[in-house]
C-alpha cells in the first residue's frame, strides 16, 4: 500500500471518530469493543499509571513545546534548562479520573521524557529520570484529589533515560539500565547510594542501534531478577549483583528491546502453594535484524509475528516459539483479570523512534496461556485510532484496559502528518464485559476493599452470582497495577490464589475462601486489585493491600 492513500485513510477515520460524542461503544462486544472516552486530554499519553483511587496520572515530555492543556490558575514553569521552552504555561501531565471521566492538569518541574516508575507500598508513584535536566530526578506523585507531582534533585546516581523499574520483596525499587548506563541501582537510598555493574546490558547493546533499552524485568519466585534485554536473558542475584543462570538467546536471534520494540510479561503465577512454583515470561513482537538502520534510511522492514515463551524456574529452560496472527512492533501486553494477556496497540512494520513506524496495528489480539499452543490466540475488534510510538496502555479496575497516547514527532504535530500526534483516551472492553454473561459473572458484596492482609493467612471474599456455579471453576486473582511506557508494562505481576472453598449462603450468595500468597517473593507487599473470576468472566476490582 502507497502512502498516500493510507495517509487519507487514516484522515477519513479520524474525521469520522472525532464526529463521535465521548463513550460511544464503536464495536460489537462479541470480540471486544472500543469506547471514545476523552477527543483530547492536552497531553499524549506516553507514560501511564492506575493509582489505588482510580485515578490515572498521564504524561508525556516538558520538550514537546506547548501542550494543548493550560496549567491552572496561571501557573507556569520557568526552567532554563528546556530545551524547547524556557517558560511554558502548559500542562505535561493529568490526572485521569476513571468514575467520572474527567481530568485535571498536573505539573512536573524537569523533563520527564522516557522514564520509568512503579507504585511503591504506600501506593505513592514514585517515577524515575527522564531527560535534559530530568535525568537523575526522583519524582513523588500521592493519590489524593489535589496532589502534584513533587520532586527530589540528585535522588539518583546515575542518569537514566530509557531504564526500568520494578519493586523488590523488600519495598524498594530497582531502576535497571537506560542510555550508556550498564548498572543499577536502588531507590530510595539509604545506606546503599551507588550503582552496581551489569555488563549484560553492555553485552547486548548493538553500536549505534542498541536494541537493548527498556530491559523486561521481572521478580521471579525465588527472589532473584530475570532481566531479557535485546534477544536473551540472564537471573540476576541483585543483592550480590550475581548472574546467577543465563538464557539461550531466543531462535532467530532477532531483537525485542527498544527500539526493535517488542513486549513481555510474567504469565500469571498459580499453584501458591506448591513447593516449587514455576514461572513463565513471554516476549512478543519486535523488528528484524537491522530493521531500524533501514527505517532511517525510509525502509519499513515487516515486524515480527512471533512470540518466545519460556519456564525460567526450570533447571534447562528453552525458548518455544509460537506465531501471531498480526505482525506488531511497538506492541502493549496486559494481564486481564482471568489470567489471559491482551496484545494491543503497535506497528506492522518499521520500529521505534521519530516517524520510524508504519501500517498500524488496529486490532488487539487475545493470547490464552492456558490452551493448548497453536490455539491461543483470538483476533480482537479494531479500533480506528493508531496508536505507534509512544502509545500507552493500563488495566482498570472494571476490566477494561485504558488507551492513549502515540506521538512519532519531535513535538506535538496535529495537522499536515501522517499519524498526527494522538491527545485521546479510549477504553478497550474484552469480551467478558458483555452483558451475556452477566449471570456468570461475580460480583464482590463484601469486603469493599482491604488493607492489612498479612502473607499466607485465609481470607473470605463474599459475591453473588445470579446463575449456576461451577465451584471448580471459581478462583480469585490479584493483579498489581503496572507502570506503562514504551510497551513495557513495569512491575506487571497477576497471582492466582484459586479457592480453598466455596460456601452457597442462599440467595445467589456465595463466600470463597482463600489464602493469600506465602512471601514478598510471590507478591511484594502493597496496593493489587482482587477480582473473583467465574468460569473466565471476573468481577469488578476491589483494592487490598498486602504487607
Known sequence: MSATPFFFSVLILQLLFASQPCHRFLAAAADGRWQLLQKSIGVSAMHMQLLRNDRVVVFDRTDFGPSKLPLPNGKCRNDPSDTALKVDCTAHS?????LTNTFRPLMVQTDVWCSSGAIMPNGNLVQTGGFNDGERRVRTFSPCSTCDWQETPNGLAAKRWYASNHILPDGRQIVVGGRRQFNYEFVPKTITANTFSLPFLSQTSERGVENNLYPFVFLNVDGNLFIFANNRAILLDYMKNKVVKTYPTIPGGDPRSYPSTGSAVLLPLKNL??????????????APKGSYVQAVRGKFI???????RIKITDPNPQWVMETMPLARVMGDMILLPNGNVLLINGAGSGTAGWELGRNPVLNPVLYKPDNKIG???ETQNPTTVPRLYHSTAALLRDGRVLVGGSNPHAFYNLTGVLFPTELSLEAFSPAYLDTKFNNIGPTITAPKSMSGIKYGTKLTVRVVITGKVAKNQVSVTMVVPAFNTHSFSMNQRLLVLGNDKVAA???ATYDIDVTTPRSGNLAPSGFYL????HQGIPSKGIWVKLQ
Open 94 to 98: 493529568v490526572e485521569y479520573d476513571v
Open 273 to 286: 502453594k506448591a513447593a516449587a512454583i514455576q514461572a513463565e515470561v513471554l516476549v512478543c513482537g519486535g
Open 302 to 308: 515487516g515486524a515480527l509475528n512471533t512470540c518466545a
Open 375 to 377: 490455539t491461543r490466540f
Open 505 to 507: 449462603l442462599g440467595k
Open 530 to 533: 482482587l477480582f473473583v473470576v
